[in-house]
């Protein structure tokens, strides 16, 4: 195996996928995180309109085999801290050798030069992240050699469809249940930055965003998903998505929920239970075998306890990472 210092270093491209898949592949084979993708998903997000390859990704290559990487997103949209995203992966065969350090140090910088580079991040407090299983005593160990802190916890909470169903719940006075339309993108897109801007790391999503990461991503499942509209407002939605590589590893269908959000002047009126009723009935119709969501453990809106009681149980714990830019280690 050659050292360190003898791999290429470049950024990801699109023609990368494969090679990027098959260190995905490898790590999760080690990892077990859960998170399955394919190329499709891969290529997906190489195609993200604001992310720019050459300078926000980073490539480790033994020859044509890439050995680790790492990308830097920018939270466009930020309104109380500029939380850079870090994304990274070492091979299990080449871990502990300093390259783990090397991609921290990389994302870092080059978190850094985004923050300083534009004027209204920069108006902002920065800081980096880094998500990672709960669990994963080395990626403990390497984020606290390099200066970072535990700032939130999340879990992945899981129910089956094979037992009885819980009774629907009617939607709130004034308000009528349908399926997503392609006709209240834009209304939903609305809802959800009134929803969620009193939620930690809460960006505004632009158009362009939205349909990036939201209702124009390969794992958004439109028929799955269910507004309640107010007149021609949406009030609150639920939107689902699907992994076909989840499906093809693990050999069950998983509807997840993406967003589930309330508008502030529709709150306490049952619209989150009406909505989470609804999509537990279909997706037992539609064939699937469970629904999941993701929480965060301090959910000013009592998530957490709402999906406890609606029949959800913990899957998974992760844990998200986080240091100021411009932050001396030690």
């Not at 993708?37 to 997906?44: F, I, M, P, R, T």
């Not at 992240?129 to 200066?147: H, M, N, V, Y």
């Not at 505004?204 to 990461?213: G, I, Q």
């Not at 939605?237 to 959000?261: N, P, Q």
Request: proline share 5%; charged share 30%.
């Amino acid at each position: 195996m050659e050292e360190p210092d003898s791999l290429e270093a470049r950024a990801l491209s699109k023609d990368c996928v494969p090679a990027w898949l098959e260190l995905h592949e490898a790590v999760e084979r080690v990892d077990r995180t859960g998170e399955h993708v394919d190329a499709e998903e891969l290529a997906e997000a190489l195609s993200d309109p604001k992310l720019d390859l050459e300078r926000d990704s980073l490539g480790l290559w033994d020859g044509p085999r890439l050995i680790a990487h790492a990308v830097v997103y920018t939270p466009h949209g930020a309104v109380d801290a500029a939380r850079f995203q870090g994304d990274a992966a070492v091979h299990p065969e080449w871990r502990r050798r300093g390259i783990g350090t090397r991609l921290v140090t990389w994302m870092l910088a080059r978190a850094e030069d985004l923050h300083a580079a534009d004027a209204e991040l920069s108006a902002l407090p920065g800081e980096l992240l880094l998500d990672g299983k709960a669990a994963d005593e080395a990626l403990l160990k390497l984020t606290d050699r390099c200066g970072f802190t535990a700032c939130r916890w999340w879990f992945d909470m899981k129910q089956p469809l094979d037992g009885e169903r819980p009774d629907p719940r009617p939607a709130p006075e004034g308000t009528r249940l349908v399926p997503f339309a392609e006709a209240y993108d834009e209304a939903t897109r609305l809802a959800h930055n009134d929803a969620f801007r009193d939620h930690w790391n809460f960006t505004v999503f632009d158009s362009t965003d939205w349909r990036t990461w939201v209702t124009g991503a390969t794992s958004f499942r439109p028929a799955m998903s269910r507004l309640l509209l107010a007149g021609d407002e949406v009030a609150a939605y639920l939107l689902a998505e699907e992994s076909e590589a989840k499906t093809a590893a693990t050999g069950s269908r998983d509807c997840h929920v993406g967003f589930l959000g309330t508008r502030r002047s529709f709150r306490g009126r049952g619209a989150a239970p009406a909505l989470l009723t609804d999509v537990l009935r279909t997706a037992r119709e539609a064939g699937y075998d469970t629904v999941s969501l993701t929480v965060d453990t301090v959910n000013p809106s009592g998530a957490l306890g709402f999906y406890e009681q609606s029949g959800f149980a913990v899957d998974r714990e992760s844990v998200t990472y986080a240091r100021a830019l411009g932050a001396s280690e030690g």
